[in-house]
Structure formats: structure tokens, C-alpha cells
């Protein structure tokens, strides 16, 4: 384009001998096409990178109340997001058969049985089930994304950390799973300085016993659960837990809720 441009102000000047004006309007035409090509050169790459990096999302959440939440750290096509939970896969609405690789985020906090071996034979016997078997990237579930710890890092600092500790309580599992830990462990370097214990309601180190151990009088109590359900109003650390042994308790949403944006105010 800037050679169109320069040949353009070229064919200005006077007295200009009548072979070079030719060759100059003869350049302004070639590059004024070069431009065309490579617009359509463009548009003929763009369109195969698409081609080339067409998938479908395939989210299925532990049950129906974590349907609404996104995989943090990717952008995603609505067209292309599917959406079920562990017990309804086989009624659920699939990806096309349209060659198109599908990735499939298990919305579950920990690993294990219901997110690997279990999941893995359901999804595939749903496909079979519609004549066809689509090529399956699963992803890793949800507790264990960096970005989970990012939200939640983001969350306590608006809360407020000055002087408190955090006390993540978990799920325990008879599989010894490293969700939790892993998150506590990005959660201390996100908040150098506070202290951040790791607890359990059916599981060695219990919650409640982590209560007196920790030094902080005003502790925040972050679920590290998919919904709220049944575990949290059961079984967390209560107040009155925390304030037998000389403790303020901050109870947060389960930490998954981070990753939806809060409600616009009206």
C-alpha cells in the first residue's frame, strides 16, 4: 500500500517523460494486487486455522446445582459448549458427529473414581449409544486449576487478610487425592504471610481440630467444594466452634462460585 502511495506522488511531478509514468501507474496496479492477494491470503488462513482448531466443550459437573459453571482459563464458542451432570449423561444433548475433537472438563473438585474410570464409561458409552465415537481430550477437574486458587486469592484479599488466617476445609476421600493440598499450597504463595491450614469433615486433620492449632483470632473459612449443599450447612465449622476456642469465624461461599461473575446491581 505504501508503494501505491509513493508512486502515486512520483506521477506529480512535472515534465515527467511518458515511459515512467507508464511504469509508475504499472507499479501502483501490482501493488495495489499484492494487497489483494494477501487480504485473501488472509481470510484463506484464518479460515483453515479455524478449521484446523474447531472443537466442542463438553462440561459435565458432579450434579445438576455446578452445571452453570465455565472452565477458568479458556474462551469458548457458546455454540460449541455442551453442558450435563455425572447422572443424566446418557439423556443429555452431545457434540455433533463432525469429526471435531471433544474436550471434556469434569466439573469435580477432586479426583477419582466419579471423575476418571466412571466418567470415562459413561461419556463413552453415551456416544456409542448415537452410532458414533468422537475423538476425547478429558482435561483435569476442576480443583485442580491454578485458576481456582487465583479467584479465591482474590476473593480473601477483598474479605480482608491483615491479622486473619484462612482455613480451607475439603471433602475427604477414601482415594488420597491432591486437589486440596495443591490449592492450599498456590494459596500461601498468592498470600505470603497468611496462614492457610487444610482441613477435613470426614478426614484426619478434621476442621474443626484445626480450629485451636491455628494463631489467628479471626479465621476465614473457605469450602472447597463445587455448591452449596448439604456438606456446608452440616458439616463445617460452626461459629460457636470457633468461638470455644477464642476465634472470630468468617464463613465464604464454596470456592467454586468464584468463578462465575456476582450479579450486576440494579
Not at 152 to 174: C, F, I
Not at 230 to 253: N, S, Y
Request: hydrophobic content about 40%.
Amino acid at each position: 500500500m505504501w508503494g501505491s502511495v509513493r508512486c502515486g506522488q512520483l506521477l506529480e511531478q512535472p515534465n515527467l517523460p511518458a515511459e515512467e509514468e507508464r511504469h509508475l501507474r504499472l507499479l501502483i496496479y501490482f501493488h495495489f494486487a499484492l494487497v489483494q492477494v494477501s487480504i485473501i491470503g488472509g481470510c484463506m488462513l484464518l479460515y483453515l486455522r479455524h478449521r484446523k482448531w474447531k472443537r466442542h466443550y463438553l462440561i459435565i459437573s458432579y450434579n445438576e446445582k455446578g452445571q452453570h459453571l465455565n472452565p477458568p482459563g479458556i474462551r469458548m464458542a457458546p455454540a460449541r459448549v455442551y453442558r450435563c451432570c455425572l447422572g443424566h449423561i446418557a439423556e443429555a444433548e452431545l457434540p455433533p458427529a463432525d469429526d471435531a475433537p471433544v474436550l471434556v472438563y469434569p466439573m469435580f473438585m477432586l479426583s477419582g473414581l466419579s471423575s476418571g474410570v466412571r466418567l470415562q464409561q459413561e461419556v463413552d458409552a453415551a456416544f456409542r449409544s448415537r452410532g458414533y465415537r468422537p475423538a476425547l481430550y478429558y482435561q483435569p477437574v476442576l480443583g485442580a486449576s491454578p485458576w481456582l486458587a487465583e479467584a479465591a486469592a482474590e476473593r480473601l484479599r477483598a474479605v480482608g487478610t491483615d491479622g486473619s488466617g484462612v482455613l480451607v476445609v475439603a471433602h475427604g476421600s477414601a482415594e488420597d487425592t491432591p486437589e486440596p493440598a495443591l490449592f492450599c499450597r498456590r494459596l500461601r504463595k498468592l498470600l505470603p504471610g497468611v496462614e492457610v491450614e487444610l482441613g477435613f469433615f470426614n478426614k484426619q486433620p478434621e476442621a474443626r481440630d484445626c480450629l485451636p492449632r491455628m494463631r489467628a483470632a479471626r479465621v476465614l473459612l473457605l469450602p472447597f467444594l463445587l455448591t452449596e449443599g448439604l456438606h456446608t450447612t452440616r458439616d463445617l465449622p460452626t461459629a460457636q466452634d470457633a468461638a470455644a476456642c477464642g476465634k472470630q469465624l468468617v464463613r465464604l461461599p464454596v470456592v467454586a462460585t468464584y468463578l462465575t461473575p456476582p450479579p450486576e446491581e440494579t
